[in-house]
Every structure is written in C-alpha cells, then in structure tokens.
Nanobody
C-alpha cells in the first residue's frame, strides 16, 4: 500500500522560504513520477511541479517557475519542494502525489496516490 506523508508546511512572510517534504513508502518508487499540487480555498487543485525518480528532468507550473524547485532523495524515498520568494497567492493546501510511470505529467487525473495535504500560508 502506497503511503505519502507531507511535512514542512506553515506560515511564512512574503518573500520567505519553506521546504516541503513528502515521505513515500509501500513500493519501490524507481518507476514512479512524483508531483506536487496545491488547492486554494474555492479553487481547483492545480499542478505545481513534478519529477520522476529515475531522471533529473522536472516540470513546473509557470506561476512557480524560477521560485520553486523539486528534488528527491532516493535513499530516503523522500521528495522535496523548495519554495523561495513566497507570495500571498502561493497560499494553499499542498499535496504530494505519485503515478506509476516515469513520464511526468501536469494532469492531476494521471496521479493515483495522494498525501493528506499540508497548509502553506504566505502572509503579506
């Protein structure tokens, strides 16, 4: 059974940084792609970033490109989202997700497994 557990969220002033972690368990994830999504109140869940365990390539939403970085530690089965220059509009619940494919996609429908989500609040 795949389990994804996010941590590292919180409140940060505009311009600050946070690093989210997603600890994955229950599978060998070398053939998986991992993604980060977010959902603000009253809005649809949207893509933030994604990468595969087996490659260094990554994909980012335009809204976070240049500010956020996705990375992974295969030894710890953990994926990170480093968020710099946070803005109030980055405020949302952030979700980690996994799909059994090395192909990275931005569509939430392509991801099978989801974490419980963690709150990130950027204050102005």
């Amino acid at each position: 059974q795949v389990q994804l557990v996010e941590s590292g969220g919180g409140l940060v002033q505009a311009g600050g940084s946070l690093r989210l972690s997603c600890a994955a368990s229950g599978r060998t994830f070398s053939r998986y792609a991992m993604g980060w999504f977010r959902q603000a109140p009253g809005k649809e869940r949207e893509f933030v970033a994604a990468s595969s365990w087996s490659a260094d390539s990554a994909r980012y939403a335009d809204a976070v490109k240049g500010r956020f970085t996705i990375s992974k530690d295969s030894a710890k089965n953990t994926v990170y989202l480093q968020m710099n220059s946070l803005k109030p509009e980055d405020t949302a619940v952030y979700y980690c997700a996994a799909r059994l494919s090395v192909r990275v996609t931005a569509a939430k429908e392509d991801y099978t497994y989801w974490g419980q989500g963690i709150q990130v609040t950027g204050s102005s």
